[in-house]
């Protein structure tokens, strides 16, 4: 972002994660309390990329060997006379996506934790910095008054 911007700006979609990364606007005059808003926000960021990077990866290797071991199962190749890569039908795939849910169910559940745990202390320390502010523009608007 150019240094003048006073906003966070919102990235491309990570080819890993398929997440937008945000860079956060540091203002000049950050308060400790501010700081840690943004810290906490930056670390919820990182923490879905992390998470969801893993699980993709883990999800197109999965699934790329469930389409392989179907096809030899059927005697067929990866690809077809025609070059084209052999896929198979949607009620096939739906076994995979079935059992990789039910296979990473407790790594859903345990995210779903974190990441609710993590956007509540984000949500309360947003509330924290409105009250700051307010009290701050309050005592301004005394003081000038």
């Not at 890993?16 to 943004?38: A, D, G």
């Not at 469930?66 to 190749?77: D, V």
């Not at 849910?101 to 993590?118: A, T, V």
């Not at 924290?128 to 003081?143: E, G, I, S, T």
Request: hydrophobic residues 35%; positive net charge; contains cysteine.
């Amino acid at each position: 972002p150019p240094a003048h911007s006073r906003y966070d700006w919102i990235g491309p979609p990570d080819k890993h994660s398929n997440l937008r990364p945000v860079i956060f606007y540091v203002p000049p005059e950050e308060s400790p309390l501010e700081r840690r808003l943004r810290e906490t926000r930056q670390e919820a960021q990182a923490c879905d990329q992390r998470f969801w990077a893993r699980h993709n990866r883990a999800f197109c290797q999965e699934k790329e060997e469930f389409i392989y071991s179907r096809l030899k199962a059927k005697g067929l190749e990866m690809r077809d006379e025609t070059g084209q890569k052999a896929t198979l039908n949607a009620e096939e795939m739906a076994d995979f996506y079935k059992d990789f849910l039910s296979k990473n169910f407790r790594k859903h559940m345990q995210y779903n934790r974190d990441w609710y745990k993590r956007n509540f202390t984000i949500t309360f320390l947003m509330g924290q910095v409105a009250l700051a502010r307010a009290l701050r523009w309050l005592r301004w608007k005394k003081k000038n008054v």
